[in-house]
């Protein structure tokens, strides 16, 4: 499990850079440029949690890093991004699956803005650029709203490919889900099938009955909650 996690992470990362540094960084919009790869970091971390998170903003901003035409000094945004992920990956629910859309977007809001500005301050700290407060301040709003509306159609695709990965929580096994179906998160499901757990516990308790009058010791198919 964890080697395919490493590998769709590691895929994800190096289509998101080479789609940000040849086609988002080529449309010359005014301010920042779409962050894609922090987009890509957002969403892992929201599946994969803090550690994983952490992780894989450090292995996406090192990549950036070293990847042409980077002009900055090398483990700027690896540490940034790493950062940025932990804390990202603090938001995950116990139960691992978002009920709505609200939770991501604000997520995807503060972490552009804040990797705007750690990314500024490191520059500073480090010498390597040096930017005005005009211009930090143009950065951070063009960036934050670049990323919020790129953000609906890539975060949720990213978290459902990587929930594909991860065990069903409601299982007690650790296995996925029925069938071998991804249900992904509760907000990217069609309505008819966002059930509530009492909701689950009333379907299954109205098809136990029945098989309670057959033979003892012939109960199948029922689903742990």
């Known amino acids: ?58 292995f996406a901003g090192l990549v950036a890093d070293l990847a042409p035409p980077a002009d900055h000094a090398v483990g700027r945004y690896a540490l940034v991004l790493c950062v940025v992920g932990y804390a990202a990956g603090l938001t995950k629910p116990e139960n691992g699956q978002h009920r709505s859309a609200t939770a991501p977007m604000l997520v995807v809001a503060i972490g552009a803005a804040s990797s705007t500005l750690l990314y500024a301050g ?26 919020l509306l790129l953000a609906p159609f890539v975060v949720p695709l990213l978290m459902s490919l990587a929930r594909r990965l ?45 098989l309670l009058g057959r033979s003892r010791g012939r109960l199948k198919g029922v689903k742990r909650l």
């Open 166 to 210: 991860e065990p069903d929580p409601l299982s007690g096994d650790g296995s996925g889900s029925p069938a071998g179906e991804s249900l992904g998160p509760s907000w990217l499901r069609p309505t008819g099938m966002r059930l509530s757990r009492a909701g689950r516990a009333a379907a299954i308790g109205g098809q136990r009955s029945p």
């Open 1 to 58: 499990m964890r080697v395919q996690r490493t590998l769709l992470a590691t895929l994800l990362v190096i289509v998101a850079l080479t789609v940000q540094v040849s086609i988002l960084a080529r449309l010359h919009l005014p301010g920042a440029v779409p962050d894609l790869l922090l987009l890509t970091v957002l969403a892992l971390a929201l599946v994969y949690g803090h550690t994983g998170g952490a992780v894989t903003g450090f």
């Open 122 to 147: 490191v520059g500073t700290l480090v010498g390597d650029t040096e930017v005005s407060q005009d211009a930090l301040v143009t950065m951070v709003t063009t960036a934050t709203v670049y990323d």
